[in-house]
């Protein structure tokens, strides 16, 4: 019951996400969807230490009601992968 409310609430863009801004790589992530505000604040943590354990840096994070087209959105992921930069989401092949 408690996903179709979610599901409802995302469609209509009262769902509650986490938006994480890192400056390195310059990306904006969004993880959700939750029913409630406090749900998203607890889970919050999690995905901060997943990009730090890639090596993001300069991480800021915020609760809000939205309705995210992307997931994750970079400013500078493309570019630096088309100069075959390394960046903290790639991983070598092995």
């Avoid at 939750?34 to 604040?41: I, R, S, V, Y």
């Avoid at 995905?47 to 970079?74: F, M, N, W």
């Avoid at 400013?75 to 930069?85: C, F, I, N, P, T």
């Amino acid at each position: 019951m408690q996903e179709i409310l979610t599901s409802l609430l995302n469609v209509v863009g009262l769902a509650w996400w986490v938006e994480v801004k890192t400056e390195t790589p310059r990306c904006t992530y969004y993880f959700g969807p939750f029913p409630k505000a406090n749900l998203a604040e607890i889970s919050k943590a999690g995905y901060v230490a997943d990009l730090e354990q890639e090596g993001a840096q300069g991480i800021a994070v915020s609760v809000k009601r939205c309705k995210p087209a992307k997931l994750t959105v970079s400013d500078d992921l493309g570019e630096k992968l088309s100069q075959g930069v390394p960046t903290a989401l790639t991983r070598p092949v092995v």
